[in-house]
């Protein structure tokens, strides 16, 4: 079984800080990528990549960095952490190309919360 | 660019009824298409997808979807419900030679005794 893990179920980070959210996947997929959860406005991209050092923009980068070191691990960076970004926070990672049919496979999420 | 309209953000049945969560697509290009499950405090597992082969799709938990390319939907259903099934279903469509998937808003789905 394809197991994505992210390094915290619950966040509390204040105005300002930085924060990192980890994600590392155990299945050896090319792709990886990071979404937020908000009520009524379902999963929106932050950012994916697709190798090692790749990274692509999604729909709402603003606010977001993304670093990938190593192919099985993805971080999420809020350079300042601000109250508009407590959310819950999905990584998911799938194989192959980014031209495929296959399934994304999502961790069990990162509910931020920004005080 | 592609979109997907989930209609009814809560949808509530008695155990034993059936299920019919709507989602309807926009895609320039054919598509393929998704449904992902959330359980409470969980990540999103994946239901069933549609990826141009045959228009019903049967998935996990004894849900199915049908492709209907006329009236642009995929909508999920399952004949009998279970209280199991209360969860947050989200409807999900990637472009064919496209890399990113665009959900829905979700539907809450809630199982009544």
């Known amino acids: 079984d394809v197991k994505v893990t992210q390094s915290s179920r619950y966040l509390v980070k204040r105005t300002g800080e930085k924060v990192f959210l980890e994600c590392v996947q155990d299945?050896?997929?090319?792709?990886m990528f990071w979404y937020r959860q908000d009520p009524g406005l379902g999963l929106r991209l932050i950012y994916f990549?697709?190798?090692?050092?790749?990274?692509e923009k999604g729909d709402i980068p603003e606010g977001y960095s993304v670093s990938r070191e190593k192919k099985e691990r993805f971080s999420l960076i809020l350079e300042s952490a601000s109250t508009n970004q407590t959310s819950m926070y999905l990584c998911?990672?799938?194989?192959?190309?980014?031209?495929?049919?296959?399934?994304?496979?999502f961790g069990p999420g990162t509910r931020l919360t920004v005080l | 660019a592609q979109s997907v309209t989930q209609l009814g953000s809560h949808v509530s049945v008695s155990e034993g009824a059936l299920v019919l969560l709507r989602c309807n697509y926009s895609?320039?290009?054919?598509?393929?298409l998704f449904w992902y499950v959330q359980y409470p405090n969980q990540g999103l597992q994946l239901l069933l997808k549609?990826?141009?082969?045959?228009?019903l799709v049967k998935g996990i938990n004894g849900f199915e979807a049908e492709f209907k390319k006329s009236e642009t939907s995929f909508h999920l259903t399952k004949p009998s419900a279970h209280m199991s099934d209360a969860a947050e279903y989200f409807c999900?469509?990637?472009?064919?030679?496209?890399?990113?998937?665009?959900f829905g808003t979700g539907t809450q789905l809630k199982v009544e005794l």
């Open positions: 990549s697709y190798d090692v050092k790749m990274k």
């Open positions: 299945m050896d997929h090319e792709n």
């Open positions: 549609y990826t141009s082969a045959a228009t």
């Open positions: 999900a469509v990637r472009p064919g030679g496209g890399n990113k998937l665009t």
């Open positions: 895609s320039s290009v054919p598509p393929y």
């Open positions: 998911a990672s799938s194989l192959v190309a980014p031209v495929s049919t296959d399934t994304q496979y």
